[in-house]
């Protein structure tokens, strides 16, 4: 396809040969010619926009066409003005220093329509120094401490957050639903990772008190004991690797007690002997749960 259109004025035309140059390089067989004389303002957007048209016809939105930002998450969600109430939420619950750091980090960005749709209220008392480590994990709950753009998404794919529960995808008509939000935009690329809208704000499961997390270590030895009397070492793992993963996710431990869990699930079976590796979970499980008690 051969696209003729006018520029008027350099700058102008840079940006488009940086735009065109763009399509060409993910394999569009789009070629500008440019003839920078002065024309109208219509006349120059009447063929913006059939570029637009074609690179979007063929899967490509303008955003995933744009060089790397060379600013960070706040700076972005700053200037876009879609995140005050996100950034005010950031600042009360020490969170900025977070996204404005090294990275790489994903956000699941709440715009401010989102957090209007919460009850009545809901963002005052978050925003209260009392509830300050709530808050915290509310917006926790919303990062990936790694870089994961739209293509990296499918269904029933579920990530880590940074506040410790997975989070859930599954996909839509148009695009992905995580949790029970609606990503209305994705790919914002930030010099620290990437940024994508969504319209509600996600809640956490409620966090499993320290006698909670008691009890459910109890039960996974109360089950996982006699399956490993009568040989079945895997389903031990199972067991075990299920309630260390529960907690680890969602249970108020300490940093140290949660090291001991994860150093326990990163192990794996030799070969097909899962004695040794049900035994190691139980360690973790039994050192853990002498710390709690």
């Known amino acids: ?68 930002n060379t600013n960070n998450i706040v700076e972005i969600a700053s200037a876009s003005g879609d995140f005050e109430t996100l950034l005010v939420a950031a600042t009360a619950s020490d969170l900025v220093p977070v996204l404005s750091g090294k990275g790489p980090l994903t956000i ?22 009392k509830n300050k480590d709530k808050l915290a994990r509310i917006l926790a709950y919303h990062v990936v401490s790694a870089r994961v753009d739209s293509a990296a ?27 029970d939000a609606k990503i209305i935009n994705t790919d914002i690329n930030a010099s620290n990772g990437i940024i994508h809208t969504i319209d509600r704000v996600l809640i956490p499961p409620e966090l499993i008190s320290r006698a909670e997390a008691i009890n459910i270590i109890k039960t996974s030895i109360t089950d996982g004991v006699p399956m490993f009397n009568y040989g079945n070492a895997k ?17 108020n431990l300490t940093q140290q ?7 326990a699930l990163r192990k794996r079976p030799v070969g097909n002997e899962y004695q040794g590796l049900a035994w190691s979970l139980r360690y973790a499980l039994d050192d853990v749960l002498e710390s709690l008690q």
Not at 236 to 249: G, I, M, N, W
Request: glycine share 4%; net charge neutral; proline share 5%.
């Open 235 to 251: 389903g031990t793992v199972q067991v075990y690797a299920l309630a260390a993963q529960k907690l680890l996710d969602n249970a």
């Open 1 to 68: 396809m051969v696209i003729e259109m006018s520029i008027p004025s350099k700058m102008q035309e840079l940006k488009f040969i940086r735009y065109v140059s763009g399509i060409y390089s993910i394999k569009h067989q789009i070629v500008a010619r440019y003839r920078p004389q002065q024309r109208s303002r219509l006349e120059v957007t009447f063929l913006a926009i059939i570029v637009l048209l074609c690179s979007t016809k063929s899967g490509y939105a303008t955003d995933n066409l744009t060089a790397p």
């Open 108 to 129: 699941f960005a709440p715009t401010d329509d989102a957090f209007n749709a919460l009850p009545a209220g809901t963002v005052a008392k978050l925003l209260e120094p």
């Open 257 to 263: 007690e949660k090291e001991v869990l994860s150093k």
């Open 153 to 179: 998404l499918s269904d029933n794919v579920m990530l880590q957050t940074v506040a410790g529960p997975q989070i859930t995808f599954t996909a839509a008509e148009q695009g992905f639903i995580v949790e």
